[in-house]
């Protein structure tokens, strides 16, 4: 079928004069043209002679095996028809599925030794938050431009134990990251799981089956109520104190062996006196007077007078208001963020703030240090589940309170012995009480059956078109570099699919002395032939494989083939992994046209800057029903698109989203023609292949009752009300939560926030990562709006809004996102400030909201008036969804510094090296100038924009160019040239780099390269044609707000 070529887009000459409001008089000479949408133009065009040729025949460098039908036979259980087909006139081999019972393949694959993976409890469409109506109940019932910010619950987390209320917390400040010990403890002390309805498990053998992962990991609260609270009516302003306490214990160093403790060690006799610090009103700054609030952070700003309000150095997230005691214990706001550091005390007054109250998560961030538990006795509240965690208090030795549901809790005798300490008597001194995250190694009860090996299939797309862009070599290159570094071990799996208008499978049997190659013709009934040797121990396979990935890039150089049967090959490869679950890697380069989830082209370039009926929703459910079942059985599928022309991704990228997998997009993608994406694709799959990763892995986010948590944002399927499931975790995955007030917090001083992520690891253990955040209530909407996060604001937002945009419309998104800033906004000034001046007045917190939302507005994903590809916005929104924070707002606000002035002032010292802190600069023109060079980082991406006047000095010392001309074209890294120059901005990218997992491609562009354009798409305090600048948007927002 014949696709109509996507014309190059943005072609017209830069016309329009980059203007910043009042600013403009200044004048610039730079021009804000026509705006290019792609990061990589579309310069490149693959011609393909779809429709006119004819199919051929492949070039086999495999050689003939004859397929032993017995096997097949065994598989099967039927009569196997093996049989070659005369087109393929190679070696390889064709297979028809023989006419037999409906689906024999399912349940072969299901009557292994293997127990089955619960099924989802719910698959349909209507059981996932996302994407629609998820966070708006009644789209056509709201005003369709605002955030309803208090969803109704799912009440899921609702608590229906009785409150306690005042929680005092531990303050002891022992360091005890990066140490691992084991404890022995006596199994039968183990804190056994009750839950209604499920008998507790004391079973220690070697697997436990359990019904779900809901039953591990543990459900919500009790619907029991707890008897066991002790004070009921506990004024908020009371702690609790504790009659024994040696003054000042509380900052003594561990002790610096941290080696494991033999198990025969004396205790000391008798129980000491317990040492645990109250936590009372005294502790708990509850005012403006915080301890942690920086004078500055008190002042309220007029944006019209003071716009330019971006620090010159990175934004920190804000420090919640709390006793540092307690805030030297918190989560890292890296792996764990409040859009509201202080949260409102009750939904009202969050309503009143029409602020987001939500969470972003980073779980499985690779971290340094990350403190390792290994303990027969993993400590959780009774009630809610809740992970023992640095904010629970100690009523005594042998009793700890839940900060989450109240509840008290028995400590366990094993916990009473801290192994770092090698001292009796100190359950608040345990690492699992001085860490707000922490992993522990989890015993059987958290199997649903022996953790599986890593399990890693790809499948290649090796259609004519996906010759063409020669990406089989770039891909099979690396795989062939990093196939000892592919997480796992022994029982590492591994194996290969490819597909055109058929499927084609390679045993890469051990003994066999070339991989055999198998084709599979029926699409429609798509069947697996020999199963057992298409996934392969890659440490017994591993020359096999080796020879596949040399040969795999020659086999269909002559290819005709144009057809794609995506669909009928992710079933198979969906077939082929359901009995272990795993890594699906799927390399794709154009529209699905064959078999199930084929896919018609309904992009219409003419309307691609408009805001209106555009597809941003799948065309088909395909996908996203084969990403449930993926789900269902720990597959997650990770998609690369490589494709110039429309693909739909917004039907694509359902089988990632769904099964908790990533997407990686290349438009335009081409060996030889744009070495800069075959750059990106090569450092892109180093990190894929190499990085962590979690299998079998389900994610509970638990908040202080009171607080109930109603959407999920990311890449999951929400298994349970409220149990996300991740058939893969990585650590470059981002979550974020929305949340509400659903009962007064009036009687609490401190809520908590814990997540738990409950994964497999490469090396075949079960661990659990927890993370714990504490954060204060407040009363008053001052209070609110001085603890706001604007960053995670804007992230929450922008998740939001892609939402907003699928359910409604993108213009429906951009005005909810607009409402957004002028809704808290007004609502600060009526409200909070007592004489209403004029001028646009925002708390300190805020003074970036509106340049944050600004700069949403021009991002990929819910710009108009550009021309927007339709796969390119798609794929900004995924990263919207799936970013961490920190990458989110540097791809929708990028950091911009002058470095062709390097010093070494300010300069930061780390290893001896001298890395240059230039300044960031705001996004606009006016802060270019062409005599210099700037450097953009917009996380994913580095451009180095060079000034048509740019000195002397800049050109032969740090570019090694003679003259501004010789710059190449498609320059992408910077010499190492033995000028002081040089080593500086060197130093500085590769700090920059340093700074992330992932590998941003470094683009030098003149000013007259295609590039440029994208470089000057990012100066969004700009006016362009369809967007207003900086300026004007404050006008805009000063007039709605001061109505
Ligand atoms: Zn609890």
């Known amino acids: ?98 006419p037999v019972a409906s689906n024999p393949v399912t349940a072969s694959l299901h009557s292994g030794p293997v127990p089955r993976m619960p099924l989802p409890t719910s698959q349909n469409a209507a059981a996932t938050p996302v994407p629609s109506g998820s966070f708006l109940p009644g789209a056509s019932v709201q005003p369709s431009s605002n955030w309803q910010y208090n969803y109704p619950s799912t009440g899921s987390q609702t608590n229906h134990c009785p409150r306690a209320s005042s929680q005092s917390t531990i303050s002891g400040t022992t360091n005890l990251t990066g140490h691992q010990y084991v404890s022995s403890g006596d199994p039968s002390l183990q804190n056994s799981f009750i839950k209604s309805g499920i008998t507790p498990n004391t079973n220690n053998g070697p697997m436990v089956v359990h019904n779900s992962y809901d039953e591990i990991e543990g459900g919500g609260f009790s619907a ?79 944006l019209l007078q003071e716009r330019n309000m971006l620090p010159s150095t990175p934004l920190q997230p804000p420090v919640p208001n709390l006793h540092e005691d307690i805030q030297k214990l918190n989560c890292n706001p890296e792996l764990f963020r409040c859009t509201l550091t202080s949260i409102p005390q009750t939904q009202a007054l969050l309503n009143k703030a029409k602020l987001p109250l939500g969470l972003l998560l980073h779980p499985f961030k690779d971290l340094v240090q990350l403190p390792v538990v290994t303990s027969s006795t993993i400590v959780r509240c009774r009630s809610c589940r809740t992970y023992i965690n640095p904010f629970v208090s100690f009523l005594d030795q042998r009793r700890w309170k839940c900060n989450l549901c109240y509840r008290v809790n028995d400590v366990p005798e094993e916990f009473m012995y801290n192994p770092l300490t090698r001292v009796y008597g100190e359950p608040h001194r345990r690492p699992e009480v001085q860490n707000a995250t922490i992993e522990f190694m989890a015993p059987s009860e958290y199997m649903l059956r022996p953790p599986q090996p890593p399990v890693y299939l790809f499948v290649f797309d090796v259609s004519h078109n996906a010759v063409e862009t020669g990406y089989l070599n770039t891909v099979c290159q690396s795989l062939l570099d990093n196939l000892d570094l592919l997480p796992g071990n022994t029982r590492t799996k591994i194996g290969f699919i490819t597909f055109d208008s058929t499927i084609h499978f390679y045993s890469l049997q051990e003994g066999l002395s070339q991989p055999q190659m198998l084709i599979v013709s029926d699409i429609e009934d798509v069947f697996i032939p020999m199963p057992e040797n298409l996934l392969v121990n890659l440490n017994e396979s591993k020359e096999l494989v080796q020879d596949l990935l040399k040969t795999l890039p020659q086999m269909f150089t002559k290819t005709l083939e144009t057809q794609s049967a995506l669909g009928p090959a992710l079933q198979a ?142 890449n999951f399927f929400v298994r349970s009300t409220d149990l996300l499931s991740l058939p893969n975790v990585n650590p470059d995955a981002g979550y974020a939560v929305q949340m509400s007030v659903e009962e007064s917090l009036t009687d609490t001083q401190l809520v908590s926030f814990q997540s738990a992520l409950l994964y497999t690891s490469s090396k075949g253990e079960r ?24 960053q995670a604001i804007s992230g929450l937002l922008a998740n939001m809004a892609v939402d907003r945009s699928v359910s409604a419309s993108l213009s429906d998104a951009r005005d909810a996102l607009v409402n957004a800033v002028i809704d808290s906004l007004s609502a600060y000034r009526s409200s909070v400030l007592s004489n209403q001046q004029p001028g646009l007045m925002v708390p300190f917190s805020l003074r970036l909201f509106p340049l944050f939302v600004l700069a949403l507005l021009k991002q990929k994903s819910f710009q108009t008036g550009t021309n927007t590809r339709l796969d390119e916005r ?165 007039q709605q707000v001061n109505k």
């Open 767 to 790: 661990r659990i990562r927890v993370h714990t955040l504490c954060l204060p209530v407040v009363s008053t909407l001052n209070e609110v709006f001085l603890g706001a996060d604007v």
């Open 573 to 714: 490869a969906f077939k082929l992994m359901s009995p272990t679950g795993g890594r699906m890697s799927v390399f794709q380069t154009q529209l699905p046209t064959l078999g199930v989830g084929a896919l018609r082209p309904r992009e219409e370039p003419n309307q691609r800057s408009s805001a209106k009926e555009i597809h941003l929703t799948p065309s088909t459910d395909f996908y996203k029903k084969l990403a449930l079942d993926c789900s269902g059985q720990q597959v997650a599928v990770d998609l690369f698109l490589l494709s110039g022309q429309y693909s739909d991704l917004a039907s694509l990228g359902c089988i990632s989203r769904y099964s908790a997998g990533s997407v990686y997009y290349y438009p335009s993608y081409h060996h030889q023609q744009n070495p800069v994406q075959v750059q990106k694709l090569q450092k892109e799959l180093q990190r894929y292949l190499t990085r962590k990763i979690g299998f079998e892995a389900v994610m509970r986010i638990r908040c202080t009752k009171g607080l109930s948590i109603h959407t999920f944002h990311g």
């Open 224 to 302: 029991t109520p707890q008897p066991t609270n002790q004070n009921p009516t506990m004024n908020r302003s009371v702690g609790y104190s504790y009659p024994s306490l040696p003054p000042g214990y509380q900052n003594t160093a561990p002790p610096s062996t941290a080696g494991m403790p033999p198990s025969s060690l004396n205790y000391p006799s008798g129980p000491q006196g317990f040492n645990q610090t109250p936590l009372g009103a005294n502790h708990l700054t509850t005012s403006m007077s915080g301890l942690s609030l920086h004078p500055e952070g008190l002042r309220v700003t007029n």
């Open 874 to 1038: 798609i794929f900004a929104m995924c990263q919207v969804k799936n970013q961490p924070l920190v990458y989110l707002m540097l791809t929708t606000h990028p950091s911009l510094y002058r470095v062709d002035n390097l010093s070494d002032e300010g300069a930061l010292n780390i290893n001896d090296r001298t890395i240059p802190q230039p300044p960031i600069l705001q996004l606009s023109v006016e802060k270019l100038s062409r005599d210099g060079a700037f450097l953009m980082d917009a996380g994913s991406v580095l451009m180095l924009w060079v000034g048509k006047n740019c000195g002397q000095n800049f050109l032969s010392r740090v570019l090694g160019v003679q003259n501004y001309a010789l710059i190449p074209q498609n320059m992408t890294d910077l010499p190492e040239l033995d000028t002081p120059e040089s080593a500086r901005i060197i130093a500085f990218i590769s700090w920059l780099r340093e700074q992330r997992p992932f590998f941003p491609i470094l683009y030098v562009i003149r000013d007259e390269s295609p590039m440029k354009a994208n470089f000057l798409q990012n100066m969004v305090e700009d006016r362009t044609e369809s967007a207003l600048s900086y300026y004007e948007f404050l006008l805009h927002i000063q």
């Open 1 to 98: 079928m014949s696709q109509p070529g996507i014309p190059v887009s943005g072609g017209a000459p830069a016309s329009l004069q980059a203007q910043n409001g009042a600013a403009s008089a200044s004048g610039s000479l730079y021009t804000n043209g026509p705006v290019q949408n792609t990061l990589m133009s579309s310069q490149v065009s693959v011609s393909q002679g779809y429709n006119s040729q004819l199919p051929g025949s492949y070039p086999y460098l495999i050689p003939a095996k004859t397929l032993n039908p017995v096997s097949g036979e065994s598989n099967y259980g039927g009569s196997q028809t093996v049989s070659p087909l005369s087109n393929y006139q190679g070696p390889g081999q064709t297979l028809y599925r023989p």
